[in-house]
């Protein structure tokens, strides 16, 4: 097995293109929108448009009836508070969240405590503009962020996203800053180096 170690003379120049950094998960900025749609139930349109890759294109997403619901995905885990923009004056909004794709429910998310479940956290609109989750409300370790429409009538958002609150000590433009780095011929023991570990999420 061959094993690259960076020099001091070349640190400095190949910190931005070293061959670790596909194995980097933390996020390039705090603020987070979802990549993917996974599931999709009841009326509703456009769900894509809240999706990362529509930011500058993004008309909404619509709820149209009671119960209708959207699983997002982030790609891989995050945390942090759910933020949202609605241009509805009235109706709620549920979200729940999963790190597994096998425990995806639009009533309740996988438990932080040892047994059981959580609710829903709920968002009464009462008026058009931005929402956020209080303090109290932060999640952490989710993959999958579900929508549900809890009131009877359409509801719209324009936009999504999750505020990442993990190593708060680091600048928002600095969290994939690492200053080391590992990398061999070897892809398994890339993924997952003695002193710390680059497994992606599993689906």
Same mark, same amino acid.
């Given at each position: 097995m061959r094993v690259l170690y960076p020099t001091p003379l070349l640190f400095a120049t190949? &910190? /931005?293109? &070293? !061959? =670790?950094?596909? =194995?980097?998960?933390?996020? !390039? +900025?705090r603020n987070l929108r979802p990549v993917a749609v996974r599931l999709q139930s009841g009326s509703l349109s456009a769900a894509t448009d809240l999706l990362d890759s529509q930011v500058s294109l993004r008309q909404g997403l619509i709820l149209g009836t009671f119960n209708s619901s959207v699983t997002y995905d982030f790609g891989k885990n995050v945390a942090g508070w759910v933020n949202f923009n609605t241009t509805s004056n009235g109706g709620a909004l549920g979200f729940t969240f999963t790190e597994s794709s096998l425990w995806i429910s639009p009533e309740a998310s996988d438990a932080t405590a040892d047994a059981g479940s959580d609710a829903p956290l709920v968002f009464n609109l009462t008026a058009a503009g931005h929402y956020a989750a209080p303090?109290?409300?932060?999640?952490? /370790?989710?993959? =999958?962020? %579900?929508?549900v429409n809890l009131g009877h009538g359409q509801v719209s958002i324009n936009d999504?996203? &999750?505020?990442? %609150? /993990?190593? !708060?000590?680091? +600048? /928002?433009d600095s969290l994939r800053n690492y200053t080391g780095w590992f990398h061999s011929n070897d892809e398994k023991l890339n993924r @997952? &180096? !003695? %002193?710390? @570990?680059?497994v992606a999420d599993s689906s």
């Open positions: 190949a &910190v /931005a293109a &070293v !061959p =670790y950094q596909q =194995y980097i998960l933390a996020p !390039p +900025s303090i109290d409300r932060e999640r952490g /370790a989710f993959r =999958y962020l %579900t929508v999504l996203w &999750v505020h990442f %609150t /993990a190593m !708060p000590h680091w +600048s /928002a @997952c &180096v !003695p %002193t710390k @570990c680059h």
